[in-house]
């Protein structure tokens, strides 16, 4: 059982799962290239490439996108977030996947507007990734300049190789953990979700 080994061998055998979908790959090379302040490729691209690989599923099926992050705090307008996301539409034509490109130290500027509950700023990346509706969510992937994977997992590998969906209930809302979950779970049945706390 994955989630048995110790924990540097789990993170192996993550990144081992993570290099079977040669579309992550891609991203991963061609964000890299981008540079742009505290990037990480997070959420569902990578724990769901992990479920199609331990299902025994075409590696990027079922993924509708692949979101990056990045942070950068010096100019939270608008005009500056666009530029970044041009420039990234132009790095990834061609890669066959929609790769959404966000700062993160905007959020708080209209996350209320668009789910209906306020959003503190995030301090950083990390603080976004920490804030996913559910733990398993809690994922993030960036190359160093050395070439070395860079993996931020604040909750653990355990839940993703076991197939576990745990609520995180920092920010986000029962209605929308239900969303999510249904759809996860029509597209990887053999998921066991956890409610979201009374």
């Known amino acids: 059982m994955l989630s048995r080994l110790p924990v540097d061998e789990q993170l192996a055998r993550f990144c081992a799962l993570l290099s079977r979908n040669e ?6 090379s061609r964000a890299a290239a981008l540079a742009l302040p505290g990037w990480y ?3 569902g691209c990578l724990f769901q490439t992990v479920w199609n690989v331990l299902a025994g599923r075409e590696p990027g099926e079922g993924i509708r996108d692949y ?3 990045y942070f950068d705090a010096t100019d939270l307008s608008w005009a500056a977030e666009d530029v970044v996301i041009k420039a990234a539409e132009n790095a990834f034509a061609g890669i066959g996947a929609e790769v959404e490109v966000r700062n993160e130290a905007r959020v708080h500027l209209w996350y209320e507007r668009k789910f209906g509950l306020p959003c503190p700023p995030h301090t950083c990346t990390e603080d976004a990734i920490d804030s996913f509706l559910a733990t398993t969510c809690c994922l993030g992937l960036r190359v160093e300049p050395d070439g070395r994977w860079r993996v931020y997992a604040p909750h653990g590998f355990a839940d993703v190789f076991n197939f576990v969906v745990r609520p995180n209930p920092v920010l986000g809302s029962r209605a929308a953990y239900a969303a999510k979950t249904v759809r996860w779970q029509q597209e990887w049945p053999r998921l066991t979700v956890l409610p979201w706390p009374g």
């Open 23 to 28: 579309v992550l790959l891609e991203v991963v």
């Open 67 to 69: 979101d990056l992050f």
């Open 41 to 43: 490729l997070t959420s």
